[in-house]
């Protein structure tokens, strides 16, 4: 009999830092499908699949680290979590805030900022407070804040939340039956490849750079080898590929629109430890590639979630691609939450002006069908 997935904190209880008396905050996320690409494979001459995360309840795959970080915290007393963010990270934590019952504050600077990236943390009722600075100044706000009162921080520094995310790591070795040679992700604040190395290692019984001190590090492996780790930067927000943060950051994908990423050490160590790379992509090789995931694979992802397979095309493009390997792309977010920059990135702005009478032969005409 067919059963729904219950939540990657069930799914996945025994490699996760929860005790019997946590509560379970849980929207059943996590169990997104791992699709294959035969049309991007034949274009890079390797095998391809695309971790969907766009899946995930909130569109996005910062559910899988609020599941867990708002679990450990509606286990303690307190009753309002707070992030900065201007995107995918206030989706998430507002609407995990309603499944635990908390109230949640989203920190944002003032001015800079679209109503529609806002729309789902203002529909799950986050109080949203503008303060007049950049994200930066935010962010320090809400560490302050955290720090002082009764509020807990759910950016991405609460190490609960890495431990969340290394959950997609296991849900494709599981898939795969094995690890994947190359996995592909884009690198923003740079915890989800993080998130990822720490999950492929685990599940592969190696010891590697942790968020925390775990109880269940003896169980058996699962994998057989580590994939090397790929990471794709923006071009205009390239902070890795600079060697140095960056500071005024420019992208038109702007969940990956980071200078000064939080992740650094560990990042640069799951690049160097799984041989692996981080490279930088324009913004029209991004917008190329939602494109070619939209219309040859089926998938419609934001624009920073095109920049794994911007990475990908252009790493063929230089002949770095291993013939015949396995390799695994997430692609991080759903393309529903920015419309109106996929459509601008198409000629016309994807919006084609025939109009004809309402009348059959006339639409069999204009399409050709005979
Ligand atoms: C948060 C986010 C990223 C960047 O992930 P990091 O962990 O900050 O590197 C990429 N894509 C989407 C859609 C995101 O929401």
């Given at each position: 009999m067919a059963h729904q997935w219950r939540g990657l904190l069930r799914e996945y209880a025994e490699r996760l830092p929860l005790e019997e008396s946590d509560p379970v905050v849980t929207l059943l996320e996590g169990g997104t499908p791992l699709v294959e690409a035969p049309a991007i494979s034949k274009r890079v001459g390797a095998r391809v699949w695309l971790k969907v995360e766009g899946a995930n309840p909130t569109g996005s795959f910062k559910d899988r680290g609020m599941t867990m970080a708002v679990s450990k915290i509606a286990a303690t007393d307190t009753q309002m979590i707070a992030c900065a963010s201007t995107g995918n990270t206030s989706a998430s934590a507002a609407a995990y805030a309603v499944a635990a019952g908390l109230q949640c504050v989203v920190i944002l600077p003032a001015g800079?900022?679209?109503?529609g990236k806002l729309a789902q943390a203002i529909m799950h009722g986050a109080r949203l407070v503008q303060v007049d600075g950049n994200f930066d100044d935010a962010l320090r706000l809400v560490r302050k804040l955290t720090e002082t009162y009764p509020v807990a921080l759910v950016n991405s520094v609460n190490p609960y939340r890495l431990q969340g995310q290394k959950t997609a790591a296991f849900e494709i070795v599981d898939a795969l039956g094995d690890a994947p040679d190359i996995h592909i992700l884009p690198v923003g604040n740079a915890g989800n490849i993080s998130a990822y190395w720490m999950g492929y290692n685990e599940y592969a019984g190696q010891k590697a750079v942790t968020t925390m001190e775990e109880s269940y590090r003896n169980l058996p492996a699962v994998a057989t080898h580590v994939p090397q780790m790929w990471g794709v930067q923006a071009a205009g927000a390239a902070p890795f590929v600079a060697g140095h943060p960056i500071d005024n950051p420019e992208t038109i994908a702007t969940a990956i629109r980071i200078g000064f990423p939080a992740s650094w050490d560990f990042a640069s160590r799951a690049r160097d430890d799984s041989k692996g790379l981080i490279t930088a992509v324009p913004d029209e090789e991004i917008m190329r590639a939602q494109q070619i995931i939209a219309g040859e694979a089926g998938v419609f992802v934001e624009p920073a979630s095109a920049a794994s397979v911007a990475g990908l095309l252009r790493a063929a493009e230089d002949g770095r691609v291993p013939r015949d390997a396995r390799i695994v792309c997430t692609v991080t977010g759903n393309g529903l939450k920015d419309t109106k920059t996929a459509l601008a990135a198409l000629p016309d702005g994807g919006m084609q002006a025939e109009v004809v009478a309402p009348d059959t032969h006339e639409v069999a005409e204009l399409l050709g069908l005979k």
């Open positions: 800079k900022i679209a109503a």
